[in-house]
């Protein structure tokens, strides 16, 4: 029997991207993987995805440019709370503020019987034309049913900053995304 420990919640840096809306209050430029890009005043659907701990790229429909965010390892995103980083700090010409809030929530343990798969050895035999015989293991794929107990987490993510010159906010990003998870707690012999 194998017990699972419960894994690790996928917290803001995760694989899921947040979508939601950036609205341009003025006209920005911001550093693309193409140069410098103007991003002008009005309201776009927009998308951010967190690549990796040490990063955060913006991308706005209508735009084949993504800007890349850096995030100092020493001022990493909060799960919960405010987010503050200079322009130095990001590497684009705005500060970042603004707040993340993240909600997890567990459901029921739920037990039940599901479709698995393993290796059963068959002993295969085969005599050669001087009668010899020659044995050895194969592995073959078997289906089978095996007993899980598992509880399914719902996590609720709202993300919400503006860019900032001299305090003033120039633009702003507001959006969510709500990930279900299913967290296995035991699983036993597949058979």
Request: with cysteine; glycine share 8%; net charge neutral.
């Amino acid at each position: 029997m194998k017990w699972f420990g419960l894994m690790s919640l996928f917290l803001l840096i995760g694989c899921n991207a947040i979508d939601g809306n950036f609205t341009a209050h003025n006209n920005i430029t911001l550093e693309s993987q193409n140069g410098i890009e103007q991003v002008l005043v009005g309201q776009y659907k927009a998308k951010v995805e967190f690549p990796s701990k040490k990063r955060m790229v913006l991308s706005l429909n209508g735009n084949d440019s993504e800007f890349t965010f850096k995030i100092p390892k020493d001022t990493p995103i909060p799960d919960n709370g405010r987010v503050a980083l200079t322009r130095d700090q990001v590497g684009q010409p705005y500060d970042i503020v603004g707040d993340v809030a993240t909600a997890v929530t567990r459901g029921n343990i739920l037990e039940n019987w599901q479709s698995c798969t393993y290796q059963r050895p068959y002993t295969v035999c085969r005599t050669d034309a001087r009668g010899n015989r020659t044995c050895w293991t194969e592995y073959r794929t078997e289906f089978g049913q095996q007993y899980v107990r598992y509880y399914m987490e719902t996590v609720a993510k709202d993300f919400s900053f503006s860019l900032t010159d001299g305090g003033t906010s120039q633009a702003q990003f507001i959006g969510n995304d709500v990930s279900h998870y299913r967290r296995d707690i035991y699983a036993g012999d597949c058979r």
